[in-house]
């Protein structure tokens, strides 16, 4: 198929409007990145997103519209619920709010689930586009699948030439990251992923949030994927490592890589400190919008053979900073191989809850666990399978059986305890793990801490156990990704 490319004026729009009546696929602007659109109520247009991009089909798609009315017809919406006053604040913007779905859009679009993500975006060409076609507009970005959202059309072209029927070129993106996504259907709603919209946005609207339970794998599908990333193996480093490394051009924990292999990208500040640096740098800007603003393209320009890894250089997780964080995590996150094993004391509560509810939030890296005194074979506690069942049905526990550390075989990866104690007996048990054994408090948080056993205690002790480890593995996920861009 040849693509057409074209500037993004009112004929273009036109045009783009009537293939995507006739059921082609057409790329556009936004004002966060640019989208992959077809009509919504299509199922064999939608279809055809689906094969440009090389996405799973069970990874649905966001539904744009053009004004704040269409929202009643696809979805359901509460008056003055809080996807009605989210909607009042942010749109049209990068934000996007999950609703119970109404009948008429193609099943395709929404993954096959209840539900359906809806933003209206308000960069003028998205919206005189989807005016044009009088349809709601499924969109998901412009990049074949796992690769970084594209902030330009050459971005596009780079990834899907020849397989979509015609790029709007409207310029850079503005915002570069992705909207927020709000599912709306639990209460409090959840943040299913940062973006456009900061927390302390959402949040002074909302007034709570809730926590997303049981790993944003089960409610939101597309966060079970590798994404954002480019070829090249992407790490972060904080800071003062970024500071260490400048003054002596060697990356502590990519031992082998040439400096010269690296690419940096950084804050313009940060790059003062780096300009002896012998690879390639590129420049986040000065602020955060900006640095928002240029990370997929950063991540496109420095992905070039010459380079084997892209380090950035980010520590900020607030407003924009979370967002980008977790894209960054997110493209870090294809160096996670090997296993991860939990450790509690009996194998049959903390760590093996933990490893269930690992599984479910990060199938990429394999979850085991172990007791440091298991009675091996030991079913999981009565306690621990309705904790588990209450806040995460999916995570299978019947068939666990306890078994002790010296029992496992593989090595792990990464081993981590519920308590500090836990840590010594491992350190005793399996001296060859001694500099690869942590408290689950310790890895998430850097500092100490003990989940105590809740043996003999009630439901309810069991199942704020169950969720407080599950709040932290989001955080161990993040800790390790450090630690392996530090140490592997
Ligand atoms: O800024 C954006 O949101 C861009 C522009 C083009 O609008 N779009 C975008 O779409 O980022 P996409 O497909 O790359 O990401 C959509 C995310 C995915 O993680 C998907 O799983 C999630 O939204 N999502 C879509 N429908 C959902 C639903 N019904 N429930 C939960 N999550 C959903
Ligand atoms: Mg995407």
């Given at each position: ?379 999981v506690s009565a306690g621990a399978l309705r904790a588990i069942q209450g806040i995460q049905p999916k995570a299978a526990l019947e068939h666990h059986r306890a078994r002790r550390v010296d029992e496992v075989l593989d090595d792990p990866a990464w081993v981590v305890t519920m308590t500090e104690d ?67």
């Amino acid at each position: 198929m040849n693509t057409l490319r074209v500037r993004a004026d009112r004929s273009a729009v036109r045009r783009a409007a009537e293939l995507l009546r006739a059921g082609e696929v057409v790329a556009f602007p936004t004002e966060t990145v640019y989208g992959l659109g077809a009509d919504a109520t299509d199922p064999r247009a939608v279809a055809k997103i689906f094969a440009a991009k090389g996405r799973p089909e069970d990874n649905p798609l966001i539904v744009h519209i053009a004004d704040a009315d269409s929202l009643n017809e696809i979805a359901e919406v509460n008056p003055e619920g809080v996807a009605d006053r989210l909607r009042a604040a942010f749109w049209p913007g990068p934000l996007t709010v999950v609703l119970p779905a109404r009948p008429g859009l193609a099943s395709n679009a929404l993954g096959g689930l209840p539900t359906v993500a809806v933003r209206m975006p308000s960069h003028p060409v998205a919206l005189d586009l989807i005016r044009a076609l009088g349809r709601p507009l499924a969109a998901p970005s412009a990049n074949r699948s796992g690769r970084p959202s594209p902030t330009d059309a050459d971005a596009v072209c780079a990834d899907l030439n020849g397989r979509i029927a015609m790029v709007l070129d409207g310029g850079p993106t503005d915002i570069g990251l992705e909207s927020t996504v709000v599912d709306c259907t639990t209460s409090p709603p959840v943040i299913l992923r940062p973006g456009g919209i900061s927390r302390r946005d959402i949040l002074s609207i909302t007034g709570s949030l809730g926590l997303v339970v049981g790993g944003d794998l089960a409610r939101s599908p597309g966060t079970r994927y590798r994404h954002y990333a480019p070829r090249a193996q992407v790490v972060r480093m904080g800071a003062d490592e970024a500071v260490r490394v400048a003054a002596r051009p060697e990356v502590p924990g990519l031992p082998g890589v040439e400096p010269r292999r690296i690419a940096i990208m950084a804050s313009e500040d940060m790059l003062r400190h780096l300009v002896a640096w012998p690879g390639p740098v590129y420049s986040l800007g000065d602020s955060p919008s900006e640095a928002g603003r240029r990370f997929f393209r950063g991540l496109r320009a420095l992905d070039h053979p010459s380079s084997d890894v892209i380090a950035v250089v980010w520590d900020d997780d607030q407003g924009v900073g979370e967002a980008l964080l977790n894209r960054l995590t997110k493209a870090a996150g294809k160096a996670a191989d090997g296993m991860l094993l939990f450790v509690c004391t009996g194998n049959t509560c903390r760590s093996a809850m933990a490893e269930a509810l690992w599984n479910l939030r990060y199938p990429q890296l394999q979850a085991r666990s172990a007791g440091v005194a298991a009675l091996s074979g030991a079913p999981v506690s009565a306690g621990a399978l309705r904790a588990i069942q209450g806040i995460q049905p999916k995570a299978a526990l019947e068939h666990h059986r306890a078994r002790r550390v010296d029992e496992v075989l593989d090595d792990p990866a990464w081993v981590v305890t519920m308590t500090e104690d836990q840590t010594e007996w491992v350190k005793a048990l399996r001296p060859e793990w001694s500099d690869k054994v942590a408290s689950l408090s310790r890895w998430a948080t850097g500092r100490p801490g003990d989940l105590s056993d809740p043996y003999g205690s009630s439901d309810a002790a069991y199942e704020a156990l169950a969720r407080k480890i599950d709040e932290l593995l989001p955080r161990l996920w993040q800790g390790l990704t450090e630690r392996m861009s530090k140490n592997t």
